[in-house]
């Protein structure tokens, strides 16, 4: 892969329109990006769980908050790596290098707009209707490839959809934004029938968008590392890593303020990061910050932002030193991973403690638990319903269904697609509502 390829301001679906670049106040990047701020799919992520319940007087982060959080900590890590590679003679000749904070940027926000409501779990309840549910009589009715959709609702691959599927009514495209943007959300670039193939239960499509992918994977030069998988676009590196290092470190800071974890824990937590000998000069920094400062939660915000300051930097040195490899397809880590080792053993242990701590807390159980039943009745109802049209009550329920996500066509896969749809796109409270309509526990305010 070389980078002249690799970014590219074609717009998904707008092939034929001529880019001009010249004189405009936004680049084609940052139009992605405010295209993403501004939609009705990333508004809906403020009512969607990150992992504890949605808050009520202490603000812990849900998915918009996430995004956007993960979105800073890209743009600087496309940034520094921008400068990095601007320093090499190879690379000065790109119009389009120093877009790539922006590019990272927008697929960080675009990162988890395919998640259904109440987080994984609600993808558990999602797939296991055609596993194990009553969806698991419809398998003869697919193809492999579609029904290994089906039983592994997967949000990575619900989000390249909703970027690039053309809804009713909607533009061709769906976002239309540029292929660099869309190629950098794809962390897992194969189907899920691969999944055996691959040894991970993640991937980047479904079969529906197949063709969209290696339209996405010929124009920008991603090639086949071997039958129907890809490598990945090297930007999704740095969208990765901003992820990890939001999510784990955020959900530190999350704890202390849920008080899960005291402030003594999260401080050594946070402090692990940095090397006694090392990164003596930060530590010094910091001592005296937390002697001004006699707030907590003020204190544990500094330590966090250094924290994370330090990660972008290693981060970026790591795809720097690892570049050739990256380019080829042919690194299989994490950047995350190949960090410093106080870095490293740090993180482990902040995955350690939300693993036993904070993922087990009472408060995010009962979310998922609550979240498993509501996405699985919900998509049973609708699947019921859609496949079986001519009933009363399946009339009056696909009513409910927005336009946009209706499909008049006979082809069953495609039919359960929209409802997918329809479901994965509903907010939290939304999801609860209408659960609770369905099956008749409340009737509409105006009674």
Known sequence: MNWNQLLSAKRFGQEDRIVINQHEIRSQFQRDYDRLIFSSPFRRLQNKTQVFPLPGSIFVHNRLTHSLEVSSVGRSLGN??????ASSQKYEN???????????ATACLAHDLGNPPFGHSGEEALSHYFTHGEGKKLEAKFSKEQWADLCNFEGNANAFRLLTHTLNGRRTGGFALTYSSIASIIKYPWEAYKIPEVGKRKYGFFNTEKENYLKVAKELGIPEIKSGIFARHPLVYLVEAADDICYQIMDIEDAHKLKILTTEETKHLLLNFYDKT?????????SETCEEVSDTNEQIAYIRAGV??????ECVTVFINNEDKIMAGKFTSTL??????SSKLAYKECTRI???????????????????KILGTLLKEFVEAILNPNSFYSEKLLSLIPEQYSHKGNDDY????SVLDFVSGM???FALDLYRTIKGIKLPDTY
């Open 336 to 341: 995350i991973k190949e960090v410093s080792e």
């Open 94 to 104: 790109n119009p389009y290098l120093d877009g790539i904070g922006n590019i990272v």
């Open 414 to 417: 495609l039919k359960i697609m």
């Open 278 to 286: 090392e990164d003596i000069n930060s530590l010094d920094r910091i």
């Open 427 to 429: 907010t939290d409270v």
């Open 354 to 372: 939300a693993i036993s701590k904070i993922y087990k807390h009472r408060s995010v159980l009962e979310i998922e638990l609550a979240g498993y």
């Open 80 to 85: 520094l790596l921008t400068e990095k590679l």
């Open 308 to 313: 994370i300051g330090k990660l972008i930097k």
